[in-house]
């Protein structure tokens, strides 16, 4: 793999140590030092580039459990992880989370703070280091300092979505804590203010280079990804749309280079770097850049024996039943499976021994893993810890491991199978509890939906329906004839499943406060519940933060 690739794997090792000893970022007021200068830090284009993959390292957390990903989809109606019996109460913050009954305690969104916080710090201190640099005389800093403030502006992007009113600390060496704003919308739009202009100043920068050295980097592709979904949320986040500038920047992204993949699951198999489509991507790897663990969150304790794992899952995410049903479509696709499947729409599981795909993955993989499970010998995988009807949590389906994707209760006999479980990436037989599937951030659909959904809600119905049916033929499903919002938020559903898209989705499409399993409906408009509550541990470690408003 590419020298810039391994460097950030090496750094994920040191990073992720790092996680469990040193102090998070919530304490604003704390006072920094620094004695790093251009003199006593790099000199030479390795040591450059060695500084960069510490930025990049900081993103490893997105592949994890508790964290950015994890608040935004349990929140959505596609995940949920209920208790099963003594497996997954956890205080109970889960299931707060999916009712939508956010708290500022809830240890969650506290992880995804300190994260976001984290990965802003360390690239306000490598800006700091280049622009050292670059007062030096140093030729090459400009061309790190604004790949590093893409990244940050990345960071920012999820600060403003999740949590709103949020601290802008930009200067590594000030030491006076940042300054929140008392009102909540004018909080926003300075966020919002900022990324653009950050975004704005930078693009021209960039490298326009894809692939290559450039895979994983912010590129000029990246920022302009990030750009078109920065509008694309423009009216959430400030009140006013701006649907001509999701066009503008969304053609620019297409005209980079990028095409779909020929199948929807070449994005996400374990080897993914060769995807036309994936503009920006963690890269992950199993031995040297960890991190990367939804097999072990979704899968069931038995999974380990279907892929000769090398170790035990967890038993945790599962899909929502109504969102799994929401790509069953008779008049596309009839058949017991329907279009799932994605990309395999005429795929029989009673054509196969092994629907889960174990032995012919390449040509199973899809969203979601159903059915009944099969060891890599062909025999049944079993539950040996099922009890019945004296078990904490027992499943109609006995000891035969068969997700089904029924749900029962979220509380407290979640079935042990119940749910269909994420298969969105493939999973590697005799893998280990780390992947090396490279996590996708922006991929080009999304871009190609996002430019629909302007056009649509600007007039352009023919246009948007282009692009939305090249979309649904790649998927395998039969074109619409006509385009409606409703089947466009639907698509887009069907399309990003757990890419950290649907949070701002539903809630761009006004469907956020909409009841669905296990969670009560609510009138969205001007709901609290629109962003995370600022964390208490931030509170509390800072007089500078204000609580967002209703909390």
């Known amino acids: ?133 670059k007062a030096s005389g140093n030729p090459d800093a400009d061309a790190f300092i604004g790949e590093l403030r893409g990244v940050r502006a990345l960071w920012y992007f999820w600060a403003l979505d999740a949590f709103g009113n949020v601290p802008l600390s930009i200067d590594f060496t000030d030491e006076t804590p940042p300054a929140n704003n008392s009102d909540f919308q004018a909080g926003r739009q300075a966020v919002y203010n900022f990324i653009e202009s950050e975004l704005n100043d930078i693009i021209p920068l960039l490298t326009t280079t894809v692939g290559g050295a450039a895979y994983g980097r912010m590129n000029q592709a990246t920022a302009l990804a990030l750009r078109t979904k920065l509008y694309l949320n423009a009216e959430t ?32 198999v374990i080897n993914n770097e060769n995807s036309p489509e994936n503009i920006f991507v963690i890269p992950y790897d199993k031995v040297f850049a960890g991190g990367f663990i939804w097999a072990p969150m979704t899968l069931h304790y038995a999974n380990q024996n279907t892929y000769n794992f090398t170790f035990q899952p967890w038993n945790g995410y599962s899909v929502v039943e109504e969102f799994y049903n929401s790509y069953i479509d008779a008049a596309s696709n009839p058949g017991p499976q329907g279009p799932a499947w994605r990309g395999l729409a005429d795929f029989d599981p009673a054509d196969d021994k092994t629907p889960n795909g174990v032995g012919t993955q390449d040509a199973r993989l899809s969203n979601f893993l159903v059915g009944p499970q099969f060891n890599l010998d062909g025999s049944p995988t079993e539950d040996p810890a099922f009890e019945g009807e004296t078990s904490a949590a027992p499943d109609p389906d006995g000891t035969r491991l068969n997700f089904t994707p029924q749900l029962n209760e979220i509380f407290p006999n979640f079935w042990r199978q119940g749910g269909a479980r994420i298969g969105k990436y493939e999973y590697s037989v005799g893998g280990t509890e780390n992947a090396s599937n490279d996590f996708v951030i922006f991929r080009l659909a999304d871009i190609m939906l996002a430019k629909a959904e302007a056009l649509f809600r600007t007039g352009d119905a023919a246009g948007a329906l282009d692009l939305v049916n090249q979309i649904r033929v790649r998927a395998g499903v039969d074109p619409y004839a006509t385009l409606t919002e409703d089947n466009l938020f639907d698509e887009r559903g069907r399309e990003m499943f757990a890419e950290l898209t649907r949070r701002q989705d539903q809630i761009r499409f006004g469907k956020w406060g909409d009841a669905w399993w296990e969670k009560d409906g609510y009138t969205q408009a001007g709901s609290k519940y629109l962003v995370f509550p600022i964390p208490q541990p931030a509170i509390d470690a800072s007089a500078a933060l204000n609580q967002n408003p209703g909390y």
């Open 1 to 133: 793999m590419r020298k810039f690739i391994n460097i950030i794997k090496h750094f994920s090792i040191l990073s992720l140590g790092l996680m469990f000893v040193a102090p998070g970022c919530t304490d604003l007021d704390e006072e920094v030092f620094s004695q790093v200068t251009a003199e006593n830090f790099f000199q030479s284009d390795d040591e450059f580039i060695a500084a960069l993959g510490s930025a990049y390292s900081a993103l490893s957390p997105m592949g994890g459990h508790a964290n950015v990903w994890s608040c935004s989809e349990l929140a959505s109606d596609e995940l949920v992880v209920g208790t099963k019996g003594g497996d997954w109460f956890d205080g109970g913050v889960l299931i707060e989370i999916h009712r939508h009954q956010f708290t500022p305690d809830n240890g969650f969104f506290n992880n995804a703070w300190n994260t976001i916080y984290g990965g802003i710090s360390t690239t306000n201190r490598l800006i700091f280091q280049f622009e050292e640099l």
């Open 237 to 268: 986040y400030t009140g006013t749309p701006q649907w001509e500038k999701v066009i503008a920047d969304a053609d620019a992204v297409i005209a980079t280079g990028y095409s779909l993949s020929p199948t929807y699951r070449d994005n996400f």
